[in-house]
Every structure is written in C-alpha cells, then in structure tokens.
C-alpha cells in the first residue's frame, strides 16, 4: 500500500468528513500536514474523535512563521519530511505564499515523488505579476486537482495540459447531510419560524458570518424594497459578526414587523440544517463559498453575485434557472429584481429541492473527491 502526503494550512472543522474519507480508504495511506492557525477565525478539527484517535500517527501538527507584512508562511519541519519520508506522492495547497512549499516540492521532485497541488488554480482576474507567479508554481507540479470547471478552462487557455487538471470540486459533511434531508420533510414552516408574522411566505436565508465582504447590506436593501408595501417575503439572517448592528439598523422596520430575524451564531447543524431545508432561497450577495454547498445539500437553491473573477469556486455548482440565480454584482435593485422574478415564474419548491440536491449528490460529497484523487494518483485521465 503506498503512501500519500496531503500538506495543507489548517485543520478547518468543515474538512472532517473529507480527511475521514482520504484517512480511512484502503488503497493508500493518507499523511496530513498541517499548522494551527488560531488567528484564522476557523473552528478546527476536533482529533479526539475515535477516526483521527486511532490513526494520529499519520497526523502531523507543524508550527508556522509568517513574515512580511504576515503574508508569507513557512512551515517548520516540512523539508525534513519530504526528504526523510517514505512516500509516493504529495498533493500541496497550491498557495504562492507558502515559501516553504516551493522548497518541498522541488525536493520532492528531486526524490521522483509525483507531486499534484490542490488549489484554486486560476481565477481570471490577477494581475499580470501574480500570474507570472502562479504559473511558475503551477509547473512545477505534474498535476492540479481544482475546485472548479472554470479554473480548469483557464488554466488550459495559459498552457496547461488538460489531461493533468483533475476538478475535485468540495465537500461538506455530506452522509450527515443525506439522513437530514430526509428527517426535514415532515418538519412545517411554522415549526422551525414561529419569530415570523407569516412563515407561509417565501422565505429567504443567509447563513454565515456577518462581515463585509459579504454585501449583506444588498441582502437587507434588498428585502426593503420588495416589502415596501407588504409583506412579499421573510428574510433569517443566520450568523454573528461585524456588521451585525448595521443590520439590524438598516432592517429595524422589518424585525419590528416580523418578517427579518437575527439569529445570532449557530454552529448546530441539524438547526442549520433545518433552517436551509425550509427556507426557499440562500443569498449570498457578496462571494459565496461553501454557503453555496451547504444549501444545495439540503435542497434550497442559492443566488450570488455574477462577477465570477470575484467568486468562490464553489458558485459554479450553481445552474442559473435550474438550482439557483446570479444578480448584478453590487446592485441591491437587480437582486431585488431577480428574487421577485425568481418566485413568479411558476416557483415550484419541490422541482428546485430535486434540482439542488442533484449536483451534491453526483460531485460535491467526500465519495466523488476520492473517486477524483484516485484516478490522478493512478495517472488516469480527469473525468471532466
């Protein structure tokens, strides 16, 4: 059985079901690398658990420096595993920030380790010196495992060949998710929104944390207007941070007329779960990340911005008409527009459900990425 060397930044919480996955398939063994970075703001894995317990020898902690203006990362320790390790491939964040990722993979090289990264890839808006940089990373690897069709596209357009592009999209805690679904169906609206003056109303969710770069204030301007002369729709704003006060200042006639509600910060997710599986549309007007997956999975399809230069990878999982919509990036009255629109044009709740659960079920879950990591370790051709 050979062995494979995953060297990331953190232990993000939401990666658990994936380093699950990758630690426990009997065909390689997984070694993850990786720092702790409690500045991040990001809840880590909890490596108490039995599944991470129980194979803690291939768990490997490294302390991170960072310097210049905290921008550049060195991992201490990851030079000396990739020449001392005993290890067929690596699969590196393909980050160009992370000085000591360049060293390792050209050592790993060197050694005649098959070296893939896992990345972005290309976003299409860099500037021409961060391309230049990318790119000089990018070719040093014999593959790319990236999260999305688009990155794949672009990177092809620069040069790279198609044949080592392998699209690994992302994952939540999908088996979780599927026996949530399927306890949701018989839950009512008014059951899990009894704070709304008419829970029957569309109902549209935001979930995560509240800071600016996430355009909420579209979300609530939005809502504002469509509510101008009556209640058209309720608006549940999951989540805590930064801009909260500003919210709720900007929404003070709708929580006082029961149609906007805070809930504060949740990380339960059979109640988030619950609150994306009766709601009828997630928007995310700035970029929408994993919050994109995360609704699909529970069959409520998603609206984002359009400007995909300024996306997360994960807004590609979203059919513009079919599991979701995309608005003028920046312009409260599209959104408005679009969301008006999206419910008069025969809104069927229990078509989008289907058509959002479909492309979680065939790419965005733990099973699929294995399937992905699987062929390019094999040195298949990608799949898309």
């Not at 001392?84 to 000085?99: C, P, Q, V, W």
């Not at 893939?116 to 021409?128: I, V």
């Not at 230049?132 to 990177?155: D, G, P, T, V, W």
């Not at 899990?192 to 569309?202: Q, T, W």
Request: hydrophobic share 40%; with cysteine; net charge neutral.
């Amino acid at each position: 059985m050979g062995t494979v060397y995953f060297v990331t930044n953190i232990a993000p919480h939401y990666r658990a079901p994936l380093w699950k996955t990758l630690l426990n398939n009997n065909i390689w063994n997984a070694h993850f690398f990786y720092s702790d970075d409690s500045k991040s703001g990001i809840r880590p894995i909890d490596f108490s658990e039995t599944d991470f317990s129980s194979k803690k020898e291939r768990l490997h902690k490294l302390k991170a420096y960072r310097w210049i203006g905290k921008k550049q990362i060195w991992q201490v320790g990851l030079i000396h595993h990739c020449i001392k390790g005993d290890f067929e491939h690596a699969i590196f964040l393909g980050e160009i920030s992370r000085l000591s990722t360049w060293i390792a993979v050209m050592v790993c090289r060197m050694r005649g380790i098959q070296v893939a990264f896992w990345s972005h890839g290309l976003l299409g808006g860099e500037s021409k010196y961060r391309l230049m940089l990318k790119k000089m990373l990018f070719r040093l690897a014999h593959s790319h495992l990236l999260y999305e069709r688009r990155a794949k596209k672009l990177m092809v357009q620069q040069g790279f060949p198609a044949n080592k592009l392998h699209v690994v999209f992302n994952s939540l805690d999908y088996d979780t998710h599927l026996k949530l679904r399927d306890e949701f169906r018989t839950i009512e609206k008014a059951e899990v929104f009894p704070f709304f003056g008419n829970p029957d109303l569309p109902i549209l969710i935001f979930v995560g944390r509240l800071t600016p770069v996430k355009r909420l204030d579209l979300l609530v301007e939005a809502a504002n207007r469509i509510n101008a002369d009556s209640t058209k729709v309720n608006l549940v704003i999951m989540g805590d941070g930064v801009e909260r006060q500003n919210l709720e200042q900007m929404g003070k006639q709708g929580i006082e007329n029961k149609w906007l509600h805070f809930t504060g910060a949740c990380y339960d997710e059979r109640e988030i779960g619950k609150f994306l599986s009766k709601s009828d549309l997630c928007v995310s007007p700035g970029n929408v990340g994993l919050t994109a997956i995360h609704s699909l999975s529970f069959g409520t399809p998603v609206c984002t911005h359009d400007n995909m230069c300024n996306q997360m990878p994960e807004a590609g999982a979203i059919e513009s008409g079919y599991n979701g919509f995309f608005f003028k990036e920046n312009d409260a009255e599209d959104l408005k527009n679009k969301i008006e629109e999206w419910f008069s044009s025969n809104y069927d709740r229990s078509i989008t459900e289907n058509n959002s659960n479909e492309i979680i079920d065939k790419y965005y879950n733990p099973h699929y990425q294995l399937t992905v990591i699987n062929r390019l370790i094999n040195g298949e051709n990608p799949e898309l």
